[in-house]
């Protein structure tokens, strides 16, 4: 029952993040949230992984590449999606980036030699199909061009760490990885940003959540995920991310979908069934 239950307590983890990041950024600028959220979270993997004295010497070769995937998955994912949370409503930006499974089975079978059964391409075919329904069609070029550049660092950090990083411990991998997102967050905070930030009771409950919850329980799962059943079907849990980011959404922040919203919900829903599923 694991394998099936970890793509639904992934979902969970990451829907959830984004609802805190629209209550945490009335209070902050985007990327400055996202480096201080990622430094953080960095931090505290390290002295986890150190306190439970699990050696670095089994990521010793591969720390470059965990870098370079933390880069893509954490540092331009998150940046940019949050950029364009500060216009767009927390589930049309999680309808988009259900895109991501979708592009990463895509390009797995080209790139990586995975391989899908009938049944799961229609579990693609229905969560492409899910997305298609909720998609924010009305968000202007720049939202949409953040949202392009999210879902292109989640899928290509996803394939990278597939290819270059197989087999690595979740922990330290989750340390070093989130050391690359922060360094990313960081330059681009510093490029593209006059960070500011007020103090407040909802950023410090978003911070707290969205750090320790889904930085480092969240891509801890993600990790094992890739690692153990490969990047298509790792990515297969952003299929429910939509239905319980708009749950989420919904009840914390009074977020209301339309009725083909809804329906497009309960497709990708059933696509990462399908996905997951075996004889």
Same mark, same amino acid.
């Given at each position: 029952?694991? &394998?099936?239950?970890?793509?639904?307590?992934?979902?969970?983890?990451?829907?959830?993040? *984004?609802?805190?990041?629209?209550?945490?950024?009335?209070?902050?600028?985007? *990327?400055?949230?996202?480096?201080?959220?990622?430094?953080?979270?960095?931090?505290?993997?390290?002295?986890?992984?150190?306190?439970?004295?699990?050696? #670095?010497?089994?990521?010793?070769?591969?720390?470059?590449?965990?870098?370079?995937?933390?880069?893509?998955?954490?540092? %331009?994912?998150?940046?940019?999606?949050?950029?364009?949370?500060?216009?767009?409503?927390?589930?049309?930006?999680?309808?988009?980036?259900?895109?991501?499974?979708?592009?990463?089975?895509? %390009?797995?079978? @080209?790139?990586?030699? !995975?391989?899908?059964?009938?049944?799961?391409?229609?579990?693609?075919?229905?969560?492409?199909?899910?997305?298609?329904?909720?998609?924010?069609?009305?968000?202007?070029?720049? @939202?949409?061009?953040?949202?392009?550049?999210?879902?292109?660092?989640?899928?290509?950090?996803?394939? *990278?760490?597939?290819?270059?990083?197989?087999?690595?411990? &979740?922990? !330290?991998?989750?340390?070093?990885?989130?050391?690359?997102?922060?360094?990313?967050?960081?330059?681009?905070?510093?490029?593209? !940003?006059?960070?500011?930030?007020?103090?407040?009771?909802?950023?410090?409950?978003?911070?707290? #959540?969205?750090?320790?919850?889904?930085?480092?329980?969240?891509?801890?799962?993600?990790?094992?995920? @890739?690692?153990?059943?490969?990047?298509?079907?790792?990515?297969?849990?952003?299929?429910?991310?939509?239905?319980?980011?708009?749950?989420?959404?919904?009840?914390?922040?009074? !977020?209301?979908?339309?009725?083909?919203?809804?329906?497009? %919900?309960?497709?990708?829903?059933?696509?990462?069934?399908?996905?997951?599923?075996?004889?």
């Amino acid at each position: 029952m694991l &394998p099936a239950t970890l793509p639904f307590v992934f979902a969970i983890l990451w829907a959830s993040s *984004y609802t805190a990041a629209k209550v945490g950024l009335v209070d902050i600028t985007p *990327y400055a949230f996202v480096a201080i959220r990622l430094t953080l979270a960095a931090a505290a993997a390290t002295v986890m992984v150190l306190a439970l004295k699990r050696p #670095w010497k089994a990521i010793e070769q591969r720390w470059p590449h965990l870098l370079v995937g933390g880069a893509l998955v954490h540092g %331009l994912a998150l940046a940019t999606a949050h950029k364009a949370l500060v216009s767009v409503a927390a589930t049309p930006t999680a309808l988009v980036h259900a895109f991501h499974p979708v592009l990463t089975a895509a %390009l797995g079978v @080209i790139l990586v030699g !995975e391989r899908f059964s009938w049944w799961q391409w229609v579990g693609v075919g229905l969560g492409l199909a899910g997305v298609v329904l909720g998609v924010p069609h009305n968000a202007d070029s720049g @939202i949409i061009a953040l949202l392009v550049l999210s879902l292109l660092g989640i899928s290509g950090g996803t394939l *990278y760490l597939k290819r270059f990083s197989p087999d690595v411990p &979740p922990f !330290e991998a989750t340390a070093v990885q989130l050391t690359g997102g922060a360094l990313t967050a960081i330059v681009l905070t510093a490029l593209f !940003e006059t960070p500011h930030a007020h103090f407040s009771a909802g950023l410090a409950a978003a911070m707290i #959540w969205n750090v320790l919850f889904m930085s480092i329980g969240g891509m801890a799962i993600y990790t094992v995920m @890739i690692a153990r059943y490969g990047a298509a079907k790792a990515a297969s849990g952003f299929f429910v991310v939509p239905g319980v980011s708009a749950l989420i959404a919904w009840a914390l922040l009074d !977020e209301h979908l339309s009725t083909l919203a809804l329906i497009g %919900l309960a497709a990708a829903t059933v696509g990462v069934v399908l996905v997951w599923w075996k004889r």
